[in-house]
């Protein structure tokens, strides 16, 4: 007898249930966050990246600019030289000025200047543009301060380990994210442009020593000779021109 034909079993195709409304969206909500967050990185990596392209740039910019102008009075030194003339020197237009003396025998006049120089502790250290009323100032506090031109390397060695800013009434260490958070009005978004503003006397000089918290220094190395003597008596206090240089040095 021939074999019965079994009937094939018709099998339904299996339908897929669709997922549920809000796990679609959540999963797009998801999926549209983290491409926002790699998008968003990468626009703040890339702003980092150009400014610290525009960072070094000024530095470069304001390094020849200053070796320009070594450069301009070598020239006109060698022309006086071989002339047989005189070549002066330009004054200084910035000062470092160091409180080396205490409180003690001191009229309220002096207290009051100090107090306006930002200069209310012992071995404190700021910066002042020199005109007719800041000669002036220091004159008549002479016997408590010491003071001088300082050079681009004193000032830089000086804003990288000792500096501090003021910002939102608080001391806090120099960076440049804080730089740029409160200067970023005047265009001075790193140290390079501090340093540039101080030594040249720029344009805003006020603003950014206004910015800068006054430099705390320590006794110097050897300590002081004759804190009641004038300096070119032998002494501490007064002016020191070029040679305040070697003072900071001992004190940083």
């Not at 679609?24 to 980092?48: D, E, Y």
């Not at 790193?190 to 340093?195: A, N, Y």
């Amino acid at each position: 007898m021939a074999p019965k034909k079994v009937a094939a079993a018709t099998t339904k195709p299996i339908t897929k249930v669709p997922p549920p409304e809000r796990r679609v969206k959540a999963q797009k909500a998801v999926k549209a966050s983290s491409l926002g967050r790699i998008k968003n990185c990468r626009q703040r990596k890339t702003r980092k990246q150009d400014k610290v392209r525009e960072m070094i740039k000024r530095y470069y910019k304001y390094r020849r600019f200053f070796k320009s102008q070594l450069a301009i009075r070598a020239g006109l030194r060698r022309d006086a030289r071989i002339r047989g003339n005189y070549f002066v020197e330009p004054e200084a237009k910035v000062a470092i000025v160091i409180r080396i003396r205490g409180i003690n025998d001191m009229p309220p006049k002096p207290k009051k200047i100090l107090q306006l120089l930002r200069l209310r502790q012992i071995h404190n250290a700021v910066f002042v543009r020199l005109n007719k009323a800041t000669l002036n100032m220091l004159r008549l506090v002479s016997p408590w301060i010491a003071w001088g031109y300082p050079s681009n390397q004193t000032i830089r060695r000086l804003m990288y380990k000792r500096g501090y800013l003021k910002f939102k009434g608080q001391r806090k260490q120099i960076t440049n994210d804080l730089i740029e958070r409160a200067l970023h009005k005047y265009n001075i978004i790193c140290m390079e442009d501090l340093i540039f503003q101080i030594t040249a006397c720029g344009k805003r000089f006020k603003a950014v020593n206004r910015f800068l918290w006054p430099f705390k220094l320590r006794s110097p190395k050897g300590g002081f000779f004759a804190k009641r003597r004038h300096f070119v008596e032998g002494g501490d206090f007064g002016n020191r021109e070029n040679l305040i240089n070697a003072l900071v040095r001992r004190m940083m």
